[in-house]
């Protein structure tokens, strides 16, 4: 789920916050490493003299975005939404250059020693809240709460972050903002409980908000969260990871019930390291009725009001990513995936049927804190008549962290 603040008057209001709070504090802090001692945090401040301790966060990005061909996505490479029929010269289909500020982020952390255990919260912000657009609008990315060494020696966490059906730890080192419609990618609300067992194993258990994606041709109707569960085995610097996902999906109409399935998915990823400047990432999915985990997904399902039936859409999705590391700055990753789904006799010709999505880029850290990058993307997507849209685009992109 995506929240946004709406309103000239609320965003005002926000943003003249962080503007005080970033002012009044150091601008030094960085990620928070939780092996540290609570005073040792670096970058982080007693917050007026409590046990709390706190950091800000961030960056500032640049990216400068030329795409050949038609898109409807200015600053993220969507290639479900490729046009098929070649777009118009406002989507770009003449050539489009655009100047985009969005990824841009500011993060705000704390930690709190308890009887019961360290509090951590995280808040983040960005200017992503209209996705098709160049125009920033502050979006709260996350939201959360989490307690250490609670119920069993595990972590609990309440509120919005990255899903755990979502393995960041296999997402490849590349330039745009969205990455492979093929990816599992979602941040929702949520209820999670994490336990390590060893050095070597660790597993998790959700609760989570039904994620977006509808069903075409009726309204959601959400009854139960959505249960999921994850493995992950240590491989020393890289990891394997295994996920499953079961959900209610449930439609209707004027808020009654009138059909209901069972949705389910499965997700193998990982990164494998090959030397100290090479590593392998990956990530394999199926599901039926799982769309919403995915960047770019189809309709969980399609509805029949004729028949009163639910249709749930399998999907199959992958992608794996190469990284190398030239030199202590300089490093590159090359990226190819695919996301396909099996149609239903129900959709109309027009909806898509298959997305590719490939990059390469060049990435220079001189320091911390700065990166440079050029990246070259190239997208396609088909729809279930056959017709078929393209789209390449050459990204340029500046960033400086804080």
Request: glycine share 12%; aromatic share 10%.
């Amino acid at each position: 789920m995506k929240i946004n603040f709406s309103g000239e008057k609320t965003r005002n209001t926000i943003l003249a916050f962080l503007l005080v709070g970033v002012s009044g504090f150091p601008m030094s802090a960085v990620a928070a490493d939780d092996s540290q001692a609570e005073p040792a945090w670096p970058g982080s401040f007693d917050l007026f003299g409590s046990d709390t301790r706190m950091a800000l966060g961030g960056f500032v990005q640049l990216d400068v975005i030329h795409d050949t061909d038609a898109i409807g996505a200015p600053c993220q490479f969507i290639t479900g939404i490729i046009p098929t029929d070649g777009g118009t010269p406002a989507q770009g289909s003449e050539g489009q250059t655009n100047y985009c500020i969005n990824t841009s982020r500011l993060t705000l952390e704390t930690r709190t020693p308890t009887t019961m255990g360290s509090v951590k919260t995280f808040i983040g912000v960005d200017l992503f809240g209209d996705a098709l657009s160049t125009s920033p609008e502050l979006r709260l990315r996350q939201a959360y709460a989490e307690i250490g060494g609670l119920l069993w020696g595990g972590d609990l966490l309440v509120g919005q972050t990255w899903g755990t059906y979502v393995d960041l730890e296999a997402w490849p080192d590349i330039l745009d903002f969205e990455g492979p419609g093929s990816a599992v990618a979602v941040r929702q609300p949520m209820i999670r409980w994490s336990k390590t067992v060893s050095d070597k194993f660790g597993f998790q258990i959700a609760l989570e908000q039904p994620g977006d994606g509808g069903v075409q041709g009726a309204e959601m109707l959400t009854r139960m969260p959505d249960l999921i569960g994850t493995m992950r085995w240590s491989l020393g610097e890289g990891h394997l990871r295994l996920g499953a996902i079961v959900r209610d999906i449930r439609v209707g109409d004027d808020n009654d019930a009138v059909a209901s399935a069972t949705g389910w998915g499965v997700v193998g990823s990982g990164k494998i390291v090959l030397s100290a400047s090479n590593s392998l990432l990956f990530e394999a999915s199926y599901g039926e009725g799982a769309s919403a985990y995915y960047n770019d997904g189809p309709p969980n399902g399609i509805y029949d009001p004729v028949t009163s039936r639910l249709e749930l859409l399998p999907l199959f999705a992958w992608y794996a990513g190469f990284e190398h590391g030239w030199n202590e700055h300089l490093s590159s990753s090359l990226l190819v995936a695919v996301l396909d789904v099996d149609n239903s006799d129900n959709q109309p010709d027009t909806d898509g049927a298959k997305s590719a999505y490939a990059s390469v880029n060049l990435i220079w850290r001189p320091n911390p804190s700065l990166m440079f990058g050029a990246e070259i993307l190239s997208g396609g997507r088909k729809d279930i008549s056959g017709a078929e849209g393209t789209d390449n685009r050459l990204q340029l992109s500046g960033h400086f962290s804080f």
